[in-house]
T-cell receptor, first 111, second 113 residues
Framework: QKEVEQNSGPLSVPEGAIASLNCTYS??????FFWYRQYSGKSPELIMF????GDKEDGRFTAQLNKASQYVSLLIRDSQPSDSATYLC???????????FGTGTRLTIIP | GAVVSQHPSWVICKSGTSVKIECRSL??????MFWYRQFPKQSLMLMAT?????????EQGVEKDKFLINHASLTLSTLTVTSAHPEDSSFYIC?????????FGPGTRLTVT
């Protein structure tokens, strides 16, 4: 079992709709959870991080964490064509700065 | 967010030569530096972790004598790919870390011919 799993996609969402990206992790010691966006040919950029169970909102983005079920998700409201990218989920364990990445989900927003 | 620079942004070299990639954190001091490699359509793979002034810790399967990492200061780290081969062609990304927040450099695309 991979440590961090994501559906590779591609996930296609109409412009203006909500895009939902999911990630599951295997290590129950995981404490911090990150979502990165990566455009083709570019390095990842941090969108959000979440540490506590529940929802965390930042603009059009909402991260949701459920430690009991070991999943973290990212919702993108009012999707825009510029949101088309690969979204990487990353996890780290408390006391260890090393991040473990999922393989990423490719998201396409259809105008 | 933090500002990280990498140089060069892309490089083409001949097989057997060495290439040095510089990573600088411009507005903060990075206590830890992570170096990643990303092949086309794949996710980031951590190569090594280094702390300022000490030797790097390499991930399993990464040759420490081939990928030389120097983290001489809190704002500068270098990765040298020695005796590069075509299979080393990849996107190399540095990630300075501070207090569990990681920022990524813009990456260096290496092509070995």
């Amino acid at each position: 079992q991979k440590e961090v799993e994501q559906n590779s996609g591609p996930l296609s969402v109409p412009e203006g709709a909500i895009a939902s990206l999911n990630c599951t992790y295997s290590d129950r010691g995981s404490q911090s959870f990150f979502w990165y966006r990566q455009y083709s040919g570019k390095s990842p950029e941090l969108i959000m991080f979440i540490y506590s169970n529940g929802d965390k909102e930042d603009g059009r983005f909402t991260a949701q964490l459920n430690k009991a079920s070991q999943y973290v998700s990212l919702l993108i409201r009012d999707s825009q064509p510029s949101d088309s990218a690969t979204y990487l989920c990353a996890v780290n364990i408390f006391g260890n700065e090393k991040l473990t990445f999922g393989t990423g989900t490719r998201l396409t927003i259809i105008p | 967010g933090a500002v990280v620079s990498q140089h060069p942004s892309w490089v083409i070299c001949k097989s057997g030569t060495s290439v040095k990639i510089e990573c600088r954190s411009l507005d903060f001091q990075a206590t830890t530096m992570f170096w990643y490699r990303q092949f086309p359509k794949q996710s980031l793979m951590l190569m090594a972790t280094s702390n300022e002034g000490s030797k790097a810790t390499y991930e399993q399967g990464v040759e420490k004598d081939k990928f030389l990492i120097n983290h001489a200061s809190l704002t500068l780290s270098t990765l040298t790919v020695t005796s590069a081969h075509p299979e080393d062609s990849s996107f190399y990304i540095c990630s300075p870390g501070q207090d569990y927040e990681q920022y990524f450099g813009p990456g260096t695309r290496l092509t070995v011919t």
